[in-house]
């Protein structure tokens, strides 16, 4: 009988996971058919989302990329791909109810749906392709047109999009600032490294507002925003505000049992969700480490090696999560500051590894399933 395994998401982790499976374990192990789940048949690269929201920075196509083709090179009985988006899982008859109220019965269910920000922000992509698409335009055009823009938030998010958008039109008559309710910014990195961070925004002219929260936005009668601090300064009203805060993993659709506090899935040493032994989870769905692209990678390529074990047989293995951050975060086009094995990256490292074209050059090859992300992103 063939096992169905069901992927819930298409982004690289999602991808990832299915190209290895069809890829390295399909030609030794072909009774089992992979069954991808996804609202879009497109993937979006959001990673470079923070200067796609910049005017001609980047074509569409540079972003968002169809992923289907690149499946056209297994067996046609070994892939389905169902457009469409994961409402409800039933653990007692292992099956999963599609929005289209059709139900997909599982072996082994993935769960690789990603997250989302508050306010629609395509930080990360939204329900859709075109929705995200239709976003991201409508911030390009918001963004040409402001003359006042705060941004929320001063992690890594909140930092590269301040940087882009001061870069591209430093001395133009904008005024850009971070609003961020910690003492500095890039709170969870080494100070020395805020401390970088900072003096190069400001360089490009950003204002930073510290220890200082978002209250409340209202829109005011001209069309503009108005922010209410949590502390007592007057009220700020801008042309654009870009909330950078408020990441949720996409678990709804989960039994609770599944999941933690926050909404991310509990799994064990082997990325499978706990109490259960067919569901696995990887990427921002999980808590394990920082919501990032190369932790996203590393999960995705594990638990293809532990599905590729189990279909065959074989044990799985311990997923160890890694005690050495790496994050790099852009500062403009041109410079950039970041931490590795708990050494500082020279800002010339961020610009050649990341900052040049913040991954959209390997993009293609990444959504035709040829290669994973590159882990310096």
């Known amino acids: 009988m063939t096992r169905q395994i069901v992927i819930l998401g298409a982004s690289i982790t999602g991808l990832g996971v299915a190209h290895k499976l069809l890829k390295h374990t399909y030609p030794l192990t072909q009774d089992f058919k992979v ?10 690269w959001n990673l470079a989302s923070v200067r796609g929201i910049v005017p001609g920075q980047f074509k569409d196509d540079d972003l968002f990329q169809p992923f289907l083709p690149g499946f056209d090179r297994y067996p046609k009985e070994s892939f389905e791909f169902i457009l469409g988006t994961a409402h409800k899982v039933d653990l007692s008859s292992n099956t999963v109810l599609v929005n289209d109220g059709r139900e997909i019965r599982y072996d082994h269910l ?37 003359k006042t823009i ?4 001063g992690g890594a998010t909140g930092s590269e999009v301040a940087g882009e958008i001061a870069f591209e039109y430093y001395q133009k008559g904008k005024e850009v600032t971070i609003v961020t309710s910690d003492k500095r910014l890039l709170p969870t990195l080494p100070e020395h490294i805020s401390q970088i961070a900072e003096k190069e925004l400001s360089r490009l002219g950003v204002k930073i507002v510290h220890g200082t929260k978002i209250a409340r936005t209202s829109r005011t009668a001209d069309g503009k925003t108005k922010l209410s601090l949590s502390t007592s300064a007057p009220d700020l009203i801008v042309d654009l505000y870009l ?6 993993p996409n678990t709804s659709f989960l039994p609770s049992s599944l999941l933690n506090d926050k909404g991310d899935v509990i799994v064990d040493e082997f990325l499978r969700a706990k109490s259960t032994t067919s569901i696995w989870a990887a990427g921002d769905v999980t808590g394990l480490e920082p919501k990032q692209a190369k932790y996203a990678e590393d999960q995705a390529v594990h638990l293809a090696k532990n599905l590729h074990n189990v279909l065959q ?18 500062l403009g086009r041109s410079k950039g500051t970041g931490v590795m094995c708990g050494w500082r990256l020279p800002s010339i490292s961020v610009w050649l590894f990341k900052g040049r074209y913040l991954g959209t050059d390997k993009f293609r090859s990444i959504a035709n399933g040829e290669r994973m992300l590159m882990s310096a992103i």
């Open 243 to 248: 909330p950078t805060i408020g990441e949720t």
């Open 35 to 44: 069954t991808l789940v996804s609202p879009s048949d497109h993937i979006y």
């Open 150 to 153: 705060v941004i929320g938030g």
């Open 313 to 330: 047989g074989r044990e799985p293995v311990e997923y160890g999560t890694s005690c050495l951050r790496v994050i790099a975060v852009t």
């Open 110 to 146: 993935v769960v690789a749906t990603g997250a989302s920000y508050k306010d629609g922000m395509p930080w990360k992509p939204l329900k859709d392709h075109q929705s995200t698409l239709d976003a991201l335009h409508d911030l390009q055009s918001k963004v040409a047109a402001a």
